[in-house]
């Protein structure tokens, strides 16, 4: 099924609820990245919440990133969302494998390792907000609820998952966010909690056939819940340019662009998020020069 987004709230206001299948976007970070399945589980994770957490943005300027710091193997994990959930991230070894673990999964919680998770928030003011919490399993979805619940102070449950195929490749990926606003009553939040407890994981739900309308009906049964209308496709999209670069090449001071004018001549970069090559020949370096610090 194609890519989808679904969010909803309870009709007394109590309870915002976001269901999205992310198989494609996903699947297309994988063969961008050509990561093998631990990184690819991890960063789908991250991809799938931080489109997610775009939902809650309000201008077409703003973004959210998420950012892993972990000590595995897997190095930072970066994914960065705007308002209409289009995704984009890397992790800094997407070739890195684990055995599985007990269970028979993905080690992705070992494979992030210890560390700081970050979340930023640009919303085009001076000083974008950010927060940060020690990374707690690693398994992404309960750090994101840490995450919430220690930052934020919202209640929150989060499920995300990612199935890899034999091939490496994406098979299902999707995930969910449950949110409780302050005048939620305790009743309210034993009851989703329960719910949630008892629910198969989200991969095995959209396997099955669910679509994200009704796996979110799923999710609060027993609720009143008004579902938006709006359809929001999550996708993978880079938004490296030639401008953007330039300027990241600028941000490197003048001492640093000497040094590659010098030695080299000229100034190859590759965009982490989409593998794009952008080349900068001496003559332009040399004006890049003049605007650097
Ligand atoms: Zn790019």
Do not use: W
């Not at 494609?24 to 991809?47: D, F, N, Y």
């Not at 989703?192 to 979110?216: D, Y």
Request: a negative charge; hydrophobic letters at 40%; one cysteine or more.
């Amino acid at each position: 099924m194609a890519d989808k987004l679904v969010r909803g709230q309870s009709t007394d206001g109590t309870i915002k609820v976001f269901v999205a299948e992310t198989s494609e976007l996903v699947g297309e970070a994988q063969k961008i990245h050509k990561s093998l399945p631990v990184a690819t589980a991890a960063l789908g994770r991250t991809l799938t919440v931080a489109a997610i957490m775009g939902q809650n943005l309000k201008n077409d300027a703003d973004s959210v990133t998420i950012q892993f710091r972990g000590d595995g193997i897997l190095g930072n994990i970066v994914a960065v969302s705007d308002n209409k959930s289009q995704v984009r991230g890397y992790v800094v070894n997407p070739l890195a494998d684990l055995p599985l673990n007990k269970k028979g999964k993905l080690d992705v919680g070992k494979a992030v390792g210890k560390g700081d998770l970050c979340v930023i928030y640009d919303m085009g003011m001076k000083e974008p907000y950010s927060g940060r919490v020690p990374i707690v399993t690693g398994e992404i979805a309960e750090d994101m609820t840490y995450y919430f619940a220690k930052s934020d102070q919202v209640p929150t449950a989060i499920g995300l998952g990612v199935l890899v195929d034999t091939d490496c490749s994406v098979k299902t990926a999707g995930g969910y966010m449950i949110q409780l606003m302050p005048d939620a009553t305790e009743e309210t939040a034993q009851k989703l909690e329960e719910i949630v407890r008892n629910a198969p994981p989200i991969t095995e739900m959209l396997e099955k056939g669910m679509t994200p309308e009704e796996i979110l009906f799923f999710l609060t049964d027993g609720f009143d819940m008004l579902v938006s209308n709006e359809t929001v496709t999550p996708v993978y999209k880079c938004k490296c340019s030639p401008k953007r670069m330039r300027d990241a090449v600028i941000s490197i001071g003048k001492e640093e662009l000497k040094r590659i004018i010098d030695e080299d001549g000229k100034c190859e970069v590759e965009c982490q998020f989409c593998n794009s090559k952008y080349v900068f020949q001496k003559d332009e370096l040399l004006k890049m020069y003049d605007l650097a610090r």
